[in-house]
């Protein structure tokens, strides 16, 4: 049996009737300030809980399902969650430094206020997310943030190339030194698309228009 104990407390939250936690499936339990640091939860699944400020530090998560849950200031800093399921859910303010998030879905979820800096998120799903984050250094290829809110979000130095931000918000995201090629911007075309514009006439030609 495995107990799952709170991170500074040691109270147990929850009993698993299993050897280790991977593969565990756990619905609408309480495990707020739960503490899975170093735990392996690869292939499991946390349906409806809260786990608002867990201890998610250096955990595997990869092909994990967390599903409508409440994770408010939760840390993932340095898990691996390859290919993990987080979709609607609310992850605000949580810490996703330094993860390995490669085709993680976060699709419909709140992610306000979060640090994602250093992550590696190539493939990742944030299908209408709300996303106002620090994205700092963060490896963002091929990342679909169709719809998402990025208002206010900090991109600097993220490598952001071949993702696609269709009909996306960016109202005062910062994009400084950050690698845009073959990326879609807001408008559905190609980052830095724009018409081509026709060739000026001469002043004599404009003037002698403006006599007649």
């Not at 756990?26 to 809980?49: E, H, M, P, T, W």
């Not at 330094?98 to 206020?113: E, L, P, Q």
């Not at 990025?150 to 918000?169: C, P, V, Y």
């Not at 030609?205 to 007649?212: E, T």
Request: proline share 1%; net charge positive; charged share 20%.
């Amino acid at each position: 049996m495995i107990e799952i104990k709170h991170k500074t407390t040691g109270k147990v939250l929850h009993k698993v009737n299993n050897d280790s936690l991977r593969g565990c499936r756990i619905k609408c339990i309480d495990l707020r300030g739960a503490n899975f640091q170093n735990q392996d939860l690869s292939g499991s699944s946390f349906i409806g809980c809260s786990l608002s400020e867990a201890d998610l530090r250096t955990t595997n998560l990869s092909n994990a399902k967390i599903i409508n849950c409440v994770i408010q200031r939760g840390d993932f800093t340095n898990a691996n969650m390859a290919n993990a399921d987080l979709s609607d859910n609310v992850l605000d303010v949580s810490k996703f430094v330094n993860v390995n998030a490669t085709g993680c879905k976060f699709r419909h979820s709140k992610i306000n206020g979060a640090d994602f800096t250093g992550g590696k998120f190539d493939g990742s799903d944030f299908f209408f997310c709300e996303l106002r984050s620090n994205f700092t250094a963060a490896s963002l290829i091929s990342v679909n943030f169709f719809g998402a809110d990025m208002s206010n979000a900090d991109f600097t130095r993220a490598d952001l190339r071949k993702s696609i931000m269709t009909d996306g918000k960016i109202l005062g995201a910062s994009f400084e030194y950050a690698k845009m090629q073959e990326s879609i911007g807001t408008n559905g075309q190609p980052w830095g698309f724009s018409n081509k514009s026709l060739p000026k006439k001469p002043w004599w030609q404009i003037w002698s228009r403006a006599a007649m």
